[in-house]
């Protein structure tokens, strides 16, 4: 255990300061809302169901008073058709007269219009007189005006109706659908408002029954909008304990109850009532619709209720998953306005491993961290003061060794040239003379310009050939040169004297230790990323293996080495001006020629080389 405790401790002391603060904060509050979340779950459920209910009340409430207006349309249909002319004839004044005196008439006709009116208009689905006639007095049965609603009583025969009539005295019955035949609901309707009365036929007594027809649709559809929970059920009962309606036939077979039930309760209680039903809980609550003595029965499970509490629960943490994603947010900025002026720090401190050392601007608060910024910010000067003195020193003998280097190659070039024009002199050549002077003139001229040590690639390339051209007015023409450097290059800068050794070179020890004594030296560059690569290619006797691996290292140079040493500094030159990925690399095959490489990085602006300071400028 204590192994256990000790790991944690440990991985939380590696972590950040920000996640840190972040997991407090997810502890400080999520441990306290689970807490209340725990110890509210039970009394959730209770307010939910409190809550249901009380939505349920008030939408039967307004529920039954529907129900009994659609059933007073249905009596206000029945009453309009037994207050016609034709049925007052028929029912309310004795009848001596056979009936086909009376189907033609204009009271039969209207009777006709205004039943099949209301059932087109959808006030009923249907109307049938049964009336108990003789057999010789069938008429009224077959006329086209009455045969659709009127029918003999023989078909009323075996229904629950008719049995409920014949068995009490009630003049009128609301029947559901099993009280009608089959054929009746096929027919007419799956509900029926149905009346008895009383007509005189030839001084004799007659039973008859108006039966309104019309469908429970209505009454299911007001049923299904008076729930607000899934799984409950809505019914309508009457005092034979026959459904009237329901919203589900299925579950108001499950949740049933009875009618003495139903009114027992309704009596000692106006709200729901627990109940239980095949060991289900259950809220049920009633509401009476007076008219025909029916009830409205709402039935609420407990399990519905309890998802729905569920989901409550789920809605809760839910939004407590919003309010700690914003808490996290918030603590996020808070904690980070606090760690970033750290890691600011540290990244400063980093830089240190990069050679990088650069002090902070100063804090705006003075809390620990400003104390820790203002610390480092004097311990960065004191080290910046230090590097400085330290890369001062280390560029003046940099610079040193690079004039020194440089002025190993004037002389030894002068020299050489110096003794070619004397050479012309003893040979009576005074005009070439002049030209050689002339040329070593502008050669100079291109050297010692604007006592900087830098020059552009054009310079360069106009220095090497004058050089040739001196070259050849010793050697009778005896060099072709070839230049071939694009127009884009010719402005980049590159060191005075790069190109001059290793033309000469060429010169000395490739073209003129040829046999011919004559050749061709060509000199071309190109861009390669973001360096310069000039080529110097010769045909001349190339150099052997062994001495071109020690051309451009100095191994075995000496003061007398001529130009091998003058290309061995300038190689050197490049290294200590750009670095050790520049400089100078041969490739030569022996009889056939040596290539020189010149690599420099690419610079448009001049690099000045102050002798008095330590400073480099591009």
Same mark, same amino acid.
């Given at each position: 255990?204590?192994?256990?405790?000790?790991?944690?401790?440990?991985?939380?002391?590696?972590?950040?300061?920000?996640?840190?603060?972040?997991?407090?904060? %997810? +502890?400080?509050? #999520? /441990?306290?809302?689970?807490?209340?979340?725990?110890?509210?779950?039970?009394? =959730?459920? $209770?307010? %939910? +169901?409190?809550? #249901? /209910?009380?939505?349920?009340?008030?939408?039967?409430?307004?529920?039954?008073? =529907?129900? $009994?207006?659609?059933?007073?349309?249905? /009596?206000?249909?029945?009453?309009?058709?037994?207050?016609?002319?034709?049925?007052?004839?028929?029912f309310h004044k004795p009848v001596n007269s056979p009936f086909t005196m009376f189907q033609n008439s204009e009271e039969a006709k209207d009777f006709h219009d205004q039943v099949t009116g209301l059932i087109n208009d959808g006030d009923i689905s249907g109307l049938q007189i049964f009336i108990d006639l003789p057999q010789t007095s069938m008429q009224l049965f077959q006329d086209k005006l009455t045969m659709d609603y009127f029918s003999p009583m023989s078909k009323a025969y075996g229904t629950y109706w008719y049995g409920i009539f014949q068995g009490t005295n009630c003049s009128s019955l609301y029947c559901p659908p099993f009280y009608l035949g089959q054929q009746e609901q096929k027919t007419y309707g799956n509900m029926a408002y149905i009346t008895s009365t009383t007509f005189y036929y030839q001084k004799n007594a007659y039973q008859a029954y108006i039966a309104t027809y019309f469908s429970n649709d209505e009454f299911t559809d007001i049923l299904q909008k008076n729930l607000t929970l899934s799984g409950s059920v809505s019914y309508?009962?009457?005092?034979?304990?026959?459904?009237?309606?329901?919203?589900?036939?299925?579950?108001?077979?499950?949740?049933?109850?009875?009618?003495?039930?139903?009114?027992?309760?309704?009596?000692?209680?106006?709200?729901?009532?627990?109940?239980?039903?095949?060991?289900?809980?259950?809220?049920?609550g009633f509401y009476n619709i007076k008219q025909p003595?029916?009830?409205?029965?709402?039935?609420?499970?407990?399990?519905?209720?309890?998802?729905?509490?569920n989901i409550i629960m789920i809605q809760y943490f839910l939004l407590f998953g919003v309010f700690l994603v914003v808490a996290l947010l918030?603590?996020?900025?808070?904690?980070?306005?606090?760690?970033?002026?750290?890691?600011?720090?540290?990244?400063?401190?980093?830089?240190?491993?990069?050679?990088?050392?650069?002090?902070?601007?100063?804090?705006?608060?003075?809390?620990?961290?400003?104390?820790?910024?203002?610390?480092?910010n004097y311990m960065t000067r004191k080290m910046d003061k230090l590097m400085e003195e330290q890369v001062k020193s280390a560029e003046e003998l940099r610079i040193a060794e690079f004039n020194s280097l440089q002025a190993q190659i004037n002389p030894h070039f002068l020299y050489n040239t110096m003794d070619m024009i004397n050479w012309l002199a003893l040979q009576g050549r005074n005009s070439e003379v002049s030209d050689a002077v002339q040329k070593l003139s502008r050669f100079y001229k291109l050297t010692l310009s604007r006592k900087k040590s830098v020059s552009t690639i054009g310079k360069e390339e106009e220095h090497v050939s004058?050089?040739?051209?001196?070259?050849?007015?010793?050697?009778?023409?005896?060099?072709?040169?070839?230049?071939?450097?694009?127009?884009?290059?010719?402005?980049?800068?590159?060191?005075?004297?790069?190109?001059?050794p290793v033309v000469e070179n060429a010169v000395l020890h490739g073209i003129l230790e040829k046999s011919s004594k004559s050749g061709t030296i060509v000199l071309t560059g190109w861009m390669e990323d973001s360096d310069i690569v000039l080529l110097v290619s010769d045909d001349g006797v190339g150099i052997s293996p062994d001495k071109l691996a020690t051309i451009v290292s100095g191994e075995?140079?000496?003061?007398?080495?001529?130009?091998?040493?003058?290309?061995?500094?300038?190689h050197r030159r490049l290294q200590i001006l750009y670095g050790d990925q520049y400089g100078l690399h041969y490739s030569s095959v022996p009889g056939q020629g040596t290539e020189v490489e010149i690599r420099i990085p690419a610079h448009r602006q001049s690099l000045v080389i102050d002798k008095n300071s330590s400073k480099k400028a591009f």
């Open positions: 255990m204590n192994f256990i405790f000790k790991k944690i401790r440990q991985n939380f002391g590696d972590m950040k300061l920000e996640s840190k603060f972040t997991l407090i904060l %997810v +502890v400080t509050v #999520t /441990i306290p809302v689970l807490l209340m979340g725990i110890f509210f779950y039970g009394k =959730l459920y $209770e307010m %939910v +169901v409190s809550y #249901t /209910i009380r939505q349920e009340q008030d939408l039967s409430a307004k529920t039954a008073p =529907l129900i $009994e207006e659609s059933l007073q349309e249905i /009596i206000d249909a029945h009453d309009t058709i037994t207050d016609l002319p034709f049925f007052q004839t028929l309508i009962i009457n005092d034979r304990n026959a459904t009237v309606a329901s919203s589900d036939e299925s579950l108001s077979g499950i949740y049933w109850l009875d009618y003495s039930t139903i009114e027992d309760s309704f009596m000692s209680s106006n709200n729901f009532i627990e109940r239980e039903i095949l060991n289900n809980k259950i809220y049920a003595g029916w009830f409205m029965v709402t039935v609420l499970p407990s399990g519905p209720l309890i998802r729905q509490s918030f603590s996020h900025f808070m904690t980070h306005s606090v760690t970033n002026r750290i890691s600011s720090v540290i990244h400063q401190m980093s830089k240190v491993r990069q050679g990088t050392l650069m002090p902070m601007d100063s804090p705006v608060y003075h809390d620990e961290v400003g104390d820790l910024i203002d610390t480092y004058i050089y040739v051209d001196l070259q050849n007015m010793r050697y009778h023409d005896s060099i072709s040169f070839v230049s071939d450097i694009p127009d884009e290059l010719t402005e980049y800068q590159i060191p005075k004297l790069t190109l001059q075995g140079q000496s003061s007398s080495g001529g130009t091998n040493i003058a290309v061995y500094n300038t």
